[in-house]
DNA sequence: AAGCCGGGGAG
DNA sequence: CTCCCAGGCTT
């Protein structure tokens, strides 16, 4: 490795921070731990974009760590709707839990212990360290994967655990002397990798601007900047179908609560009918048109199937067929809707009728969200 | 090591 | 469309 960069790359980084760094996001320069938390894990995985929204939103709702502690997960899951990996809402919820109970509501400084919590990995442990404690300890994000590999030209995949000591390995010896230096150069790190050393279309390939590291990197000097870093191909996803039951009542839905390990885990949503391998389009039409309302019920609320007695509705209506894309899976829904003569009370307590007025109060998967947000209320007078 | 977990923006 | 992302947890 080259010991000249490696002893320059802190400083030289800082100086383009200085002159390009991203200014105004509103988490930047923040000391509370707390806020420095929550914007870390909302960042995990989601544009700052989207976080510029909802971040504010969510400090404003829950602006301690104890308010967040003692809140119900529902209110916490209801915040966090949209934003998706719903497992970062449950940990959140948990980990204001341990901060209370373990830490007497104060976090602590060392990343080793900040590791030990809820939904923090080594990463965003750091990151905390850094900004709220000017701790000398590495982050490992995307960005920063992407900058080193790239700076030292290293091949292999990043997912291999060879690979993944290196770069952590190089984090540490990169950081600044200084300890103060931590939080803005931490910063201008992920800055750097964000918005000049890019996956796409990163600065060395336009004339835009020359990179500050143009004449130390060695992808940019092999010209092998696009292809690294080296990712394993991925295979290609899954599709399925699922039917889901929109049964109403007045002006009620009914709604059932999602078991933790699945997709949108703890989330509150139509009840659904087993995924299954997706059909060919001829089994679609066939299957599209036969189902007859007890075999819809049977199908979403298998074992509510007798609570909801065939007298309570009266017909079944093909409706919406949505398309959701995943990380990993395609889904098709498609949606029945159905009208309750009566509010059927349910033992099940997963179950629940739910006013469409009252539906901000319950954390729904986006795609429900939107669907039920398309419903007309019916007037309290008709 | 590999799979799982969302959603939206960029190209 | 595909790829990407301020990752971490489970198996």
Known sequence: MSKTLIASFAQKLLVWHQAHGREGLPWQGIKDPYAVWISEIMLQQTQVATVLERYPRFMARFPTV??????????VLAEWAGLGYYSRARNLHACAKQVMEQFSGTFPSDPRLLESLKGIGRSTAGAIAAFAFHERAPILDANVKRVLARLFAIEGAIEEKKVNDLLWGLA?????????????YTQALMDFGATWCTSRKPVCLSDAYVCTFAKQCQANLSNQVLMLPQKKVKAKSPEFDADLLLMRHQN???????????????LWSLPESPWRAKANKVDQE??????????ILKLTLPNENAELGHKDYQ???????????????????QIWHMNSAKAVQFTDENLRWVSLHQLGQYGLPQPIKLLLQGLNPVRDDE
């Open 66 to 75: 104890k308010q967040l502690a003692l809140a119900p997960i529902d209110a």
């Open 252 to 266: 009620a839905v009914l709604l059932q609560r999602r078991p933790e390990k699945a997709i949108w885990g703890g």
């Open 286 to 295: 066939i299957q599209g048109h036969f189902f007859s309302p007890e075999e």
């Open 315 to 333: 017909q079944v209506i093909l409706g919406e067929r949505i398309k959701h894309v995943f990380t990993h899976r395609r889904l098709w829904m």
């Open 172 to 184: 540490q010896e990169l950081l600044p002397t200084d300890s103060e230096r931590m939080p803005v």
